[in-house]
Structure formats: C-alpha cells, structure tokens
Antibody, heavy 123, light 108 residues
Framework: QLQLQESGPGLVKPSETLSLTCTVS??????????WGWIRQPPGKGLEWIAN???????YYNPSLKSRVTIFVDTSKNHFSLRLNSVTAADTAVYFC???????????????WGQGTLVTVSS | EIVMTQSPATLSVSPGERATLSCRAS??????LAWYQQKPGQTPRLLIY???NRATGIPARFSGSGSGTEFTLTISSLQSEDFAVYYC??????????FGGGTKVEIK
C-alpha cells in the first residue's frame, strides 16, 4: 500500500523559507505513470494546488506562487520536497503531499495523500 | 487559466435523501474532472475521475456526470458518513490544477 508522509518544521518566521519533504513508501517516485505534488489548505478554507513534479525532474507550478516555489525530487531517497520562499502569514496552512496517478485516456487524479502537516508562519 | 466554481456553498440534506452538487468550469475541460471528499480533520479522498468513473472502493451511491463546463456529483441516499466537504478539480489544462471552492454537505 502506497504511503506518503510529510516532514518539516511546523513554525516558520515571516520572510524565511518553508521547507517540506514527502517520503514515499510502498512504491517508487520513479514510477513512469505518476506525478508527485503539493497541495495546501489554509485553516477553514479550500484546497490550493502548489506544484507537481515528474521523477525525471519536469516541474509545474501554480502561477500565483511560481516566483517563490521550488519542487524537486530525489529518486535515491524516494522522496520529493517543496521550498517556499519569503513566507507571510498568508502561507499558514496544512500542506499535503499527494500522488497524481494516471488512470488512462488522459485521466489523472490525486489518489494517495499524506496526512498533512500544519505550517504556521509567525514570529 | 481555468476557474472552477462549485454550488451551492452549503447543502443541507436529511439522511437518506439525494444530494446533487454542481461544478462549473470557466471553459471546457472535456471529461477531465475529478471529485474529492474531505471530512473534518481528514485528508481528501478521491471519489470520481474522468467525470464519471468511481475510484477504487467508492460506493455506488456516488455518481458523477457531465462534460464540457457543467458537472454534477450525486449522492443517491445520504449516509451519516457522507456529510463532508466535496471538491471538484480539473486536469485538462495545467498548470494550474484548479480546485473548486468546495460544497459542504451538512445534516438538515
């Protein structure tokens, strides 16, 4: 059974960099069919897609965050990571990592999710 | 950039009744649409992909329909465990992978 687990600091100071890692177990980030991504959810609000990456390194970003975000993958460690620069209180959210699985005929969906980690931006 | 709009924001339904949730895309997404369920304090769960295909283990009371810009998620007979927030998401044209704002299904 594929499992994803987020790790990283729960508290980040304003203007600093948020760094999270998602460790994948029970499967490989090098699976050719899938992408790997980050989604966030501010307290009491909806889901916002942040970025996706393919194991060969192709990355895709939400235009609203692109200038501050980097996603990267380490196939040797079977994990992928997120960096978000210059954070403000508006970046406070639960951050989920997830697999974007391929279902054929051009169909994709986030089918496996980590449990999520709350990151608070505060001094 | 495609914008997804869900309605209503909140739907009050009695157990055993049918719930109909709507999702509209600002431009055609063909059938490239997924639905997710999120209960309080839990991770989102994939319900539907390809607008109408149930994901593994999803009960038959959940059904999706639509194509182009108008989509519907129907829960035929609401069970207590179905009270949650539901999100649609398009994947025809990304980035970005846009989610709708969600519909909360609450007990009437």
């Amino acid at each position: 059974q594929l499992q994803l687990q987020e790790s990283g600091p729960g508290l980040v100071k304003p203007s600093e960099t948020l760094s999270l890692t998602c460790t994948v177990s029970g499967g490989s980030v090098s699976n050719i069919s899938n992408y790997w991504g980050w989604i966030r959810q501010p307290p009491g609000k909806g889901l916002e897609w942040i970025a996706n990456i393919y194991y060969r390194g192709s990355s895709y970003y939400n235009p609203s965050l692109k200038s501050r975000v980097t996603i990267f993958v380490d196939t040797s460690k079977n994990h992928f990571s997120l960096r978000l620069n210059s954070v403000t209180a508006a970046d406070t959210a639960v951050y989920f990592c997830a697999r974007l699985g391929y279902y054929g005929s051009g169909n994709y969906a986030f089918d496996y999710w980590g449990q999520g980690t709350l990151v608070t931006v505060s001094s | 950039e495609i914008v997804m709009t869900q309605s209503p924001a909140t739907l009050s339904v009695s157990p055993g009744e049918r719930a109909t949730l709507s999702c509209r895309a600002s431009q055609s997404v063909s059938s490239n649409l997924a639905w997710y369920q999120q209960k309080p304090g839990q991770t989102p769960r994939l319900l539907i992909y390809g607008a109408s295909n149930r994901a593994t283990g999803i009960p038959a009371r959940f059904s999706g329909s639509g194509s182009g810009t108008e989509f519907t998620l129907t829960i035929s007979s609401l069970q207590s465990e179905d009270f949650a927030v539901y999100y649609c998401q398009q994947y025809v044209d990304w980035p970005p992978l846009a989610f709708g704002g969600g519909t909360k299904v609450e007990i009437k």
